[in-house]
Antibody
Framework: QLQLQEAGPRLVKPSETLSLTCTVSGGSFNNYYWSWIRQPPGKGLEWIGYVYYRGTTNYNPSLKNRVTISIDTSRNLFSLKMSSVTAADTAFYYC??????????????WGQGALVTVSS | AIRMTQSPSSLSASTGDRVTITCRASQGIGNFLAWYQQKPGKAPKFLIFAASTLQSGVPARFSGSGSGTDFTLTISSLQSADFATYYCQQYFSFPRTFGQGTTVEI
């Protein structure tokens, strides 16, 4: 059974960089999009972007200038960095797998989520 | 970006009720639509893809329909486990976008 687990600091100061990793266990990286999705407390879901297993990326234009997603297949993890954060970036951050070419398109596996608070 | 609009934003229902949630896309997306269920404090759960195909293990009381711009999620007989927030999501194009959510409450 595939499992995803977010890790990283839960408190980040304004103007600094948010950094999270997602460790993937129980399955392969190949042929999937590995995504980050966030959800401010009490609000809806926003797709941040993905990294393909070969390293190509695609970001939400609303966040593109501040976001970097990378992958390290040797360590079975992918990462999110978001620069110049403000209080508006306080949210639950989920990592998720998307199967774009297979038989079940959509985000089929999710991490449990990490609440990251931006505050001084 | 394709805008996804759900209605209603919330609804009150009772166990055994038939519940229908609507999702409208700002442009045609074929059947490139997924539905998710989210309970408080939990990650979303993948319910339906291709607008109407149930993910493995999802009870048959859930069904999805629609294509183009208009879609529905129906729960034929609401169970206590179904009280949650439901989101639609398009995967026709990037950026991936979600509806704002529909909360099903007692």
């Amino acid at each position: 059974q595939l499992q995803l687990q977010e890790a990283g600091p839960r408190l980040v100061k304004p103007s600094e960089t948010l950094s999270l990793t997602c460790t993937v266990s129980g399955g392969s990286f190949n042929n999937y999009y590995w995504s980050w999705i966030r959800q401010p407390p009490g609000k809806g879901l926003e797709w941040i972007g993905y990294v393909y297993y070969r390293g190509t990326t695609n970001y939400n234009p609303s966040l593109k200038n501040r976001v970097t997603i990378s992958i390290d297949t040797s360590r079975n993890l992918f990462s999110l960095k978001m620069s110049s954060v403000t209080a508006a970036d306080t949210a639950f951050y989920y990592c998720a797998r998307e199967d774009p070419y297979g038989s079940r398109p959509g985000f089929d596996y999710w991490g449990q989520g990490a609440l990251v608070t931006v505050s001084s | 970006a394709i805008r996804m609009t759900q209605s209603p934003s919330s609804l009150s229902a009772s166990t055994g009720d038939r519940v229908t949630i609507t999702c409208r896309a700002s442009q045609g997306i074929g059947n490139f639509l997924a539905w998710y269920q989210q309970k408080p404090g939990k990650a979303p759960k993948f319910l339906i893809f291709a607008a109407s195909t149930l993910q493995s293990g999802v009870p048959a009381r859930f069904s999805g329909s629609g294509s183009g711009t208009d879609f529905t999620l129906t729960i034929s007989s609401l169970q206590s486990a179904d009280f949650a927030t439901y989101y639609c999501q398009q995967y026709f194009s990037f950026p991936r976008t979600f509806g704002q959510g529909t909360t099903v409450e007692i």
